[in-house]
């Protein structure tokens, strides 16, 4: 039997462009298609409508796709959600950061696409709740819901007319289900 070489975050931020994306779970490549335009499409109504509010609020950073998190050392785990934010304290506490992000988001919102297995976004639901993460928002066009996670057992499906509350993790922003699948 013959066990694959595992991956360190280093190797994968000097991997060479072949036109993929790659997130990295317990020290194995996972190679992930590139997002089709209504998944673009709904990661940027969300990126754009949170970076405003935090930047016209200053309370911290708001991270685009394909931005990389090391959330597990030993074997090494790198996710990439389709958006990020981390508060202003924990930014500035870090400094300067090059490469990965060293832990989780605060918050990771998640799209789902259409050649995504619900398993896997399960599981990376998982990982950034084990790993820190405060709030994980997972964005269904197909159901044109938002489950909104707090932890494994706070857990909320939002339809049409509900509104996405940023609670303690984005304070005061807010997103109206029905303006993202608008």
Same mark, same amino acid.
């Given at each position: 039997?013959?066990?694959?070489?595992?991956?360190?975050?280093?190797?994968?931020?000097?991997?060479?462009?072949?036109?993929?994306?790659?997130?990295?779970?317990?020290?194995?490549?996972?190679?992930?298609?590139?997002?089709?335009?209504?998944?673009?499409?709904?990661?940027?109504?969300?990126?754009?409508?949170?970076?405003?509010?935090?930047?016209?609020?200053?309370?911290?950073? !708001?991270?685009?796709?394909? /931005?990389?998190?090391? +959330?597990?050392?030993?074997? =090494?785990?790198?996710?990439?959600? @389709? #958006?990020?934010?981390?508060?202003?304290?924990?930014?500035?506490?870090?400094?300067?950061?090059?490469?990965?992000?060293?832990?989780?988001?605060?918050?990771?919102?998640?799209?789902?696409?259409?050649?995504?297995?619900?398993?896997?976004?399960?599981?990376?639901?998982?990982?950034?709740?084990?790993?820190?993460?405060?709030?994980?928002?997972?964005?269904?066009?197909?159901?044109?819901?938002?489950? !909104?996670?707090?932890?494994? /057992?706070?857990?909320? +499906?939002?339809?049409?007319? =509900?509104?996405?509350?940023?609670? @303690? #993790?984005?304070?005061?922003?807010?997103?109206?289900?029905?303006?993202?699948?608008?």
């Amino acid at each position: 039997m013959t066990t694959a070489q595992k991956v360190t975050a280093e190797e994968l931020l000097q991997m060479p462009d072949d036109g993929l994306r790659y997130e990295l779970v317990k020290g194995e490549l996972v190679k992930m298609a590139p997002a089709g335009s209504e998944h673009g499409d709904l990661a940027m109504r969300v990126g754009w409508r949170l970076g405003q509010y935090v930047e016209n609020h200053n309370l911290g950073k !708001v991270f685009a796709a394909e /931005t990389g998190f090391r +959330i597990a050392s030993n074997p =090494d785990t790198v996710r990439a959600p @389709d #958006v990020a934010f981390i508060s202003k304290g924990r930014v500035e506490e870090a400094g300067l950061v090059e490469g990965y992000w060293p832990g989780a988001p605060d918050l990771a919102v998640e799209v789902i696409s259409p050649t995504d297995i619900y398993t896997a976004v399960q599981a990376k639901v998982l990982d950034w709740l084990d790993a820190g993460t405060l709030m994980v928002a997972v964005v269904n066009p197909r159901q044109q819901t938002v489950t !909104v996670y707090r932890s494994r /057992t706070d857990i909320a +499906i939002l339809t049409g007319n =509900d509104i996405m509350d940023g609670q @303690d #993790v984005v304070p005061g922003w807010t997103l109206a289900i029905r303006d993202l699948f608008a």
